[in-house]
């Protein structure tokens, strides 16, 4: 004979929702933990705990029976705020650079002339400007690798440039 009762666990079994997201944060924060590390996820994990947190949150706010399974509709969700979350993430990292971590890379080549005297007369134009301009002098970089490594068209990276040196001139012309 087959038993006639389903404990609530094996009924469950990932296809209907929790009846509270306190019991769903117990079920699923599990497979939070293992979504962050199948996505190698090795720097700020915490922030990423809680973008899995915020994303099961979502899937349990907006879980429609008829679409399919909670543990299928969750996992999804949950993945994808990781991956939206990794992408933003790496689009900044990519697009803003601290212009003091030069200070490291740079030999110098004339004494005379530091980078700290250098980025003093760069007062006036955009973060972007001085990177390209430091890139240019100090580094000694030409506009394909700038625009390689700012992820930006050669020819913004030239437009960059003159307008940042128009600029600086037309600034030491008036002070």
């Known amino acids: ?25 117990i079920h699923y924060s599990p497979m939070i933990k293992s ?9 700020n994990y915490e922030d990423y705990y809680q973008v899995g947190l915020v994303a099961l949150w979502h899937a349990y706010e907006h879980f429609k029976e008829e679409k399919g399974s909670f543990s299928n509709h969750s996992y999804t969700t949950v993945r994808g705020h ?6 933003k993430e790496s689009k900044y990292n990519q697009r803003f650079v601290v212009v003091d ?11 005379a002339f ?3 005297q250098f980025i003093s007369h760069l007062d ?3 973060t972007l400007q001085k990177q390209i301009l430091i890139e240019r002098f100090y580094l000694n970089k030409s506009f394909s690798e700038i625009a390689d490594r700012c992820k930006m068209p050669e ?6 440039y003159l307008y940042a040196l128009k600029r600086l001139r037309k600034q030491k012309t008036q002070g």
């Open 1 to 25: 004979m087959k038993p006639t009762h389903i404990s609530q666990k094996q009924s469950n079994s990932g296809r209907i929702k929790p009846h509270t997201f306190e019991q769903c944060l």
């Open 124 to 126: 006036g134009i955009s």
């Open 101 to 111: 971590s030069y200070k490291e890379e740079v030999t110098y080549h004339d004494e």
């Open 155 to 160: 020819a913004s990276v030239r437009s960059s």
């Open 114 to 116: 530091l980078l700290d």
């Open 35 to 43: 979504l962050i590390k199948t996505l190698r996820i090795y720097k």
């Open 82 to 87: 990781l991956l939206n979350e990794m992408t």
